[in-house]
């Protein structure tokens, strides 16, 4: 269990943290060119809203919780509504774009890595000593009772991947 003096989910001798990413106004690339998920910005908004009074309301998971927030504070403009969850403002830039990437993003998916690059350069939850792994979650979602999912987890499992019984791959809510 997560506590103020363990930022962390605690799963047998594992501590992981709980990263989540939000993008509330999509890219123009990714809103026009790539038809898929949510694309209107206000129901963007009301999701990752939702998701995010339930994780403030998880009293056994929510100090583990890292928002990474892309939408230049649309969404955590008022950070004292969740006041366990550690919240990061990040304003994408191109000069972001090539600290982490070395280049200009421009896939899909590209945008979220920087955004997920800042948020391990300056999550003090994620940077904290304990921290043996770190889960991310897409911030429209809300998992509850994580650590029922992990009980196999130990500081040794150098990789966590939500699978499939295809063996290609999905999302915990897409399966």
């Known amino acids: ?10 799963v047998n001798d594992a501590c992981v943290a709980i990263l989540l990413t939000t993008a509330v106004n999509r890219t123009t690339r990714s809103a026009k060119e790539v038809k898929k998920g949510l694309t ?45 969850l550690e919240t ?20 899909m998916g590209e945008q979220e890595l920087v955004s997920i690059g800042h948020a391990m350069r300056t999550s003090s939850r994620i940077n904290n000593p304990r921290t043996t792994h770190i889960l991310k979650i897409t911030g429209r979602y809300y998992a509850p009772g ?3 999912h992990l009980k196999g987890l130990t500081r040794v ?7 499939s019984t295809s063996g290609v791959g999905c999302e915990a809510l897409g399966c």
């Open 146 to 148: 994580l650590a029922e």
């Open 40 to 84: 209107d910005a206000a129901e963007r908004l009301v999701w990752y809203e939702r998701s995010l009074r339930l994780w403030e309301a998880d009293v056994y998971q929510r100090h583990a919780i890292v928002v990474v927030d892309n939408s230049v504070g649309a969404l955590l403009r008022a950070a004292e509504r969740y006041p366990h």
């Open 157 to 163: 499992h150098a990789l966590i991947r939500q699978g």
């Open 88 to 107: 990061i403002n990040f304003n994408h830039t191109r000069q972001e774009e090539r600290r982490h990437c070395g280049h200009k993003a421009s896939a």
């Open 1 to 10: 269990m997560a506590t103020q003096d363990t930022p962390c989910l605690t």
